[in-house]
């Protein structure tokens, strides 16, 4: 009897050491998936660390790329009806560095030719590219010959308040010129607007759309408030034969508005190029006051 107990025992002990053999076996697989499992969490982390640094999980990874050199801010073509709605330009991808061509043609001569700052005054250059292609010129008249010695063109209303239905803010204003007792410059200092110079004029002030300036005269203003956008290549001669018209009441009491009808027949803008825009080099001269509707 004491044999079998001996037996019985040792088949126990025997049963017991496999299962807690078997148990440290589970127990080592459970440390070692364990360590398995948080060193990939760890390399996960890390990997995830630095695609996020690198910004790979922005919600719009394009803005990472591509800039946004233009803000066009919406205006409301139902409450102003001299609006038209004709889209707006592209914010990103806009050409910041050369000069643009376009060109004119006044039904006055041959046609107007200039290039347009794309690095001084990019947003304006872009929207006037989009409006001639969708023909927002064409067609329309040059409503005013200011009294600052300019031709004021681009509202197919003709009223001042005409436009897209977007705008933008002003781009390359000149700096104000030195005092002088004269309306003229300062010995050796150009005018802020020297003739042939093409600028932005917004109503009211700072929300440009599609208007703009040609000067047939040096202007130089206390306080400069037209962007500058770009300077007449050739027919200049066109637009002083235009600015000699005679004026009459525009409606609102002032005599700016042409006697003769001077229709903007055509206006394209060209491809970009990566031609610096020319420094204005119009010759100084005394300059009229400023015009109480243009602004």
Request: proline content about 10%.
């Amino acid at each position: 009897m004491a044999s079998s107990r001996d037996r019985q025992r040792k088949l126990a002990r025997a049963k017991l050491d496999r299962q807690l053999a078997r148990r440290a076996a589970s127990a080592r697989r459970r440390r070692q998936i364990q360590a398995g499992v948080g060193a990939a969490v760890v390399l996960a982390l890390i990997v995830v660390g630095a695609a996020w640094g690198l910004g790979a999980f922005d919600r719009d990874p394009a803005k990472n790329t591509a800039q946004d050199v233009c803000l066009w801010t919406p205006q409301d073509a139902a409450a102003n009806t001299n609006l038209r709605d004709v889209g707006t330009p592209a914010t990103t991808g806009l050409p910041t560095t050369g000069t643009r061509p376009m060109t004119i043609n006044l039904g006055q001569g041959g046609p107007v030719t200039a290039e347009l700052d794309l690095a001084g005054a990019p947003c304006a250059a872009a929207s006037i590219a989009h409006l001639a292609g969708q023909s927002f010129y064409d067609n329309t008249k040059c409503h005013e010959i200011t009294t600052e010695g300019a031709l004021r063109c681009g509202d197919p209303s003709g009223t001042g308040l005409g436009g897209p239905s977007y705008s933008f803010y002003d781009e390359n204003v000149p700096a104000a010129s030195e005092p002088s007792p004269s309306a003229s410059p300062a010995p050796g200092q150009a005018p802020a607007y020297p003739k042939g110079t093409v600028a932005m004029i917004a109503n009211p002030p700072g929300a440009n759309g599609s208007q703009f300036l040609i000067f047939f005269k040096d202007f130089n203003p206390a306080k400069p408030t037209y962007p500058v956008i770009g300077r007449i290549t050739g027919g200049l001669d066109v637009i002083e034969k235009i600015g000699a018209l005679p004026t009459v009441d525009n409606g609102t009491g002032a005599k700016v508005k042409p006697k003769t009808d001077v229709v903007l027949q055509k206006l394209t803008v060209g491809e970009p190029t990566t031609q610096a825009a020319p420094a204005p080099t119009g010759p100084a001269s005394g300059a009229p006051s400023a015009s109480p509707s243009a602004g």
